[in-house]
Structure formats: C-alpha cells, structure tokens
C-alpha cells in the first residue's frame, strides 16, 4: 500500500469524517481484493493438507495391525511381565476392586494377560475394602439399565463375593487388608460382615488396617496371638469414640499381643497406650493420630513421651500432640534417644519445645510439623516456638523438611530454624487444617523478599541458608515477590562455582495476581530441567478483603463434583 495521508493518524484518537470514512474504504478496497484471494488460495491448500492427511491416516491403519504383532511387549517372557504387573500396584496403599486400576485392569487388555494377571499370586495378596456408605446422599445408587435402586444390601453381597474369588486368587501368600467404615446413621453392620469374611484368613494376615466404629474393630479383640502369627502390621482408627465402660477393654486386647508386630498405627483411642500388650523395643513404625481438624488431646503428652522411651528401634514416627495447658512452659523431659529414626511427623497444639530440645535422633532425615495453632507475635525469639528447638535438636542431618506456615513466628525464626539444616534438599510449606482467623495480634509473614534473598545472595561473600536446597514448594503464605521470585530462581541455577545447587522443582501457591510473566523470565531454566508450577487466583477469587464480597457465585462458576455439606 502506498503511503497516504491516513497512516500518520493510525494508533491516534482522531476521529474521521463522513469523507474520511469513504476514501478509507476506497484506499483499502484493492488490498481487501488480494487478502479474499489469498484466503481462497489457503482453503485450497488446507484441503489438499486434509486429503494428504486423511491418506496418511488411511495408509498408517494399515500399517498398526502388522506393527502390533511385532510388538515387543509381545515376546516379554511371562516372569518379566509378571513383574512388571507388580509394579502397576499403588506403592502407598492396597489396591481397590475398581476396574481403573491394577489389578483389575490388566485382566481387561486381553485373553493372555487377563490369564497371566489371574495367575500372578502377588497381584491379589493386598485389598483394600470400602464398606457401602449408609449416609442419605448416596450418589451413583441407581441401575442405569431398569432405573431400579442399589441397595446397600446388595452392594454388600456382591463385595462380600469379590473378596472371597479375590483371595483365592492370592494363593498361600501372606495378606494385607484395610477396611474403611464411614461412621453413618443409621449404623450397620455390614463392617462386621466384611471383617468376619476375611476371619477365617487370619493365620495369614501380614497388615490390617482397619477405620471402623468400636463395635467393628471388637469382632477381632479377642483373637489370640498364636492365631496371627505372620502379623507385622496394625492400624486401627475409630471413626466414634469409645465409651468410658470400653476403655479399659483395650490394653487387654489378645491381638496386640501378637509376637511379629513391627508396626502401629493407632487413633481416637482415648486410653493409656503405652499398657497395650505390644512388644514395643521391636517396634519400627509408630503412628498415634488424632483429629487433623482439632488440637484435642486424643494421648497425653506424658503418655507420648513414655510410649517414645519405649521405642529405640523407631525408624518411621508420626505424633499427634494434643493442647495441653502449661505444656509449653514444661521442662521436666527425659532424654530421648532413637538411634534409627528417619522419619519423623508431629501434628502439634501444645507446642512443648523442651520435649523437642530432648530429642537425639541422629539418622534423622525426614521431617513433616504441622502446628496446630494459629499464628502470634511472640516475645522472646529462641523460645518463642516449639520447631526452633526441634530443628536444633535433628537439622544437622535433616533432608526434607515439610511446615505450615503457622509452625514459625516470623522471617527471624524461620531463617535461625533453617540455619541449623545445612543438608537441607526440600523445602515445603503447606497449608494448614486450622487456619486462624485475621487478627491484630498476628506476626509479620515468614515468607517475604528477605527469606529467598537469605537462600540465595546477591554477594557471594555472604553465607547461603540452606545451599543443597533443590525443591521449593510453598502453598501457604507466599508473601513474597514475583521479582524476589525470578531473582531467587537465577541466582540458584547459577551458583554452582558458588557452592550453590541448582533448584529440581519450584512450586507457589499465590494468594495475589501476577505482577511479572514469571515464566516467561525463567523459560531458559524450564527448557534445561527446572520444573515450574506457579498458581496465581483467578479472577473470580475472593480473599477476606474482596470487593465483590455479597455478590452471588454465577452457576457455571460452581463446581457440580465439589461435595458440601
């Protein structure tokens, strides 16, 4: 097009006359003739690229039959396929009966496999069975051939049937359960049953786990040891609390008595554990759970303690540590020393840091807190919170750590606790089940500017808090900047000559907007490894200081899968 007197006044604000609009159209019309022409020729040239892509398609269909028989997975010996079924079970739990997981689903892919998955012991040596849900929403409970009702009845007698063929198809292999019961009104009995179809298996059990309301679980408290003898693992979780006449039934429980337990899982058993019958010296997994939602003291913490000296051989523990009062200002804690422990996981209300600075566990590696409190300015910095002195106690050796954001009082505690894990490779903080209230009283926010700078400095002359950090994953708090961000990212992928190791993963959970193209800024980083997931709220979000606070939800904002009750 040749310049004319328009082209100064594109981008402007000008506003055209009733003649300016036509010797615009008059001046475009030619260039509005070749740009029609040159759609025509692309419909022309898409065409050809469909006809060229449809014969390709045509021709690859042919192809896929021959490739399929000289498959590879084809000419696998039985042993290897065998193994590599195996491998297609949930390595954190016992597999479902469901048909979108192993091993239900190898059983579906053809006539050879479904043989070989039928064959393979191993396959069905672990279940995890949920017992059918009495609560008044049950969804998905209708034929959808005859629209008849499911009952629940009927739900139960074909599951009671599946777990009985299931079994069989286990062999002689020892046998892991875990059974869930939703404590729904009205009750039933339908745990009971599923508990007395798997009873006559017992001499076999290797792992029960067991979510149930009390009278479930005493169908089984009066077997006796010699009946379990392959027995390794016991996990049981009341979904009801005991009456006070049942408490004192459960320390004399036979089967806590059995000889192989290795380890424990208990929850809401408002009693003395630490008088359960259990060898505790050959215990290596301990878990003693509450309620996540709640800071009740389910143990005492004295019983905690007890139980823990009685435990040298812990290799995995996970405490919930109910509110006491006074039990922060406590110092009369004996030494505990648990040479073996790797893993250690506290659920923490009552925030008892000489229980903490008591602690040796020089194996110890991996660490999940969660305090169950919400944030406070506190006076006194080395004592203000319990995780300073846990840190102090096994940070030396300590390679992933796991916080929420109330487990610290600020950027000072925060940065003096990690300075005592000079190994430290994860960091993760994440949200809390307790999430407290806006309040004056709160502390300044741990994760600002000043926390990624003391990760990564500007001056190499300074020291690095925590260098072999490789994973970053914040979805709570994350107050810090996007600039703080990028800075914070570069400086690490750039400080090997520094002693610095570059990050693996980054992970942020925003609570504000985007204010730079974070992504965009750190493409070079992504395209070399780095692995960058970053959530900024949408646009509908709304935080406590929303404008459109009282403004209805549109019904195609909601999600129709999201429960609430």
């Avoid at 019961?181 to 006559?200: A, S, W």
């Amino acid at each position: 097009m040749v310049r004319d007197k328009f082209e100064d006044l594109i981008g402007t604000n000008y506003i055209p006359t009733e003649e300016d609009v036509a010797s615009i159209k008059q001046h475009i019309s030619e260039p509005l003739a070749r740009l029609a022409k040159l759609d025509e020729e692309i419909a022309i040239a898409d065409a050809h690229d469909q006809s060229l892509r449809q014969a390709r398609a045509d021709l690859l269909d042919g192809i896929e039959g021959y490739r399929r028989l000289i498959s590879p997975v084809r000419r696998v010996p039985p042993d290897i396929l065998r193994e590599v079924f195996i491998n297609c079970l949930p390595d954190d739990r016992n597999p479902t009966m469901s048909s979108d997981e192993a091993p239900i689903v190898l059983t579906r892919i053809s006539s050879q496999w479904r043989t070989l998955a039928l064959t393979t012991p191993r396959l069905w040596a672990s279940l995890h069975i949920a017992v059918p849900n009495s609560s008044p929403v049950f969804i998905g409970s209708y034929d959808p051939q005859t629209g008849e009702r499911l009952t629940l009845s009927e739900v139960t007698e074909v599951r009671l049937a599946a777990i009985t063929e299931w079994i069989k198809k286990a062999g002689t292999l020892p046998l892991s359960f875990s059974i869930h019961e939703h404590d729904g009104y009205p009750p039933t009995d339908f745990c009971k049953r599923f508990i007395q179809c798997i009873l006559p298996y017992r001499a076999r059990w290797r792992s029960i786990n067991l979510t149930c309301v009390t009278a479930s679980f005493l169908s089984i408290r009066d077997l006796p040891p010699a009946e379990v003898p392959m027995l390794q693992s016991l996990s049981l979780t009341l979904t009801r609390t005991s009456s006070a006449g049942e408490e004192a039934v459960w320390p004399n429980m036979p089967i806590f008595s059995a000889p192989g337990i290795r380890k424990i899982s208990l929850g809401g058993i408002p009693t003395r554990i630490s008088q359960f019958p259990f060898d505790w010296s050959q215990l290596t997994n301990l878990d003693i759970k509450g309620e996540s939602w709640s800071t009740t003291a389910v143990t005492s913490l004295d019983e905690i303690v007890t139980t823990l000296t009685k435990c040298p051989n812990l290799i995995s523990c996970n405490l919930h540590i109910g509110s006491e009062p006074g039990a922060s200002q406590r110092t009369d804690f004996p030494a505990i020393f648990l040479p073996h422990l790797e893993i250690l996981s506290i659920f923490d209300g009552a925030r008892p840091a000489a229980l903490y600075a008591s602690i040796n566990a020089p194996k110890m590696r991996k660490l999940t807190y969660t305090g169950g409190r919400p944030r406070r300015q506190l006076p006194a910095l080395p004592t203000a919170y319990a995780l300073y002195h846990l840190l102090g106690s096994v940070g030396s050796t300590l390679e992933e750590l796991t916080a929420n954001s109330s487990a610290f009082s600020g950027p000072d505690e925060l940065l003096v606790g990690l300075s005592a894990c000079p190994r430290l490779k994860s960091l993760s903080i994440v949200m809390s089940h307790l999430v407290p209230p806006i309040s004056n009283e709160d502390g300044p926010a741990a994760f600002i500017d000043r926390f990624l700078n003391s990760l990564a400095h500007i001056s190499s002359a300074e020291e690095y808090l925590c260098p072999k950090l490789e994973v970053f994953k914040c979805a709570s708090d994350a107050f810090f900047s996007d600039e703080a961000l990028v800075n914070f990212v570069t400086r690490k992928q750039s400080g090997e000559d520094r002693g610095l190791t570059p990050l693996k993963t980054v992970e942020v959970l925003f609570r504000r907007r985007a204010t730079i193209d974070v992504v965009a800024l750190l493409s070079a980083h992504t395209a070399a490894g780095l692995e960058l997931k970053l959530q900024y709220p949408p646009r509908t979000y709304r935080g406590p200081f929303s404008l459109f606070e009282g403004i209805p939800f549109t019904h195609e904002s909601r999600d129709p899968y999201r429960q609430a009750y």
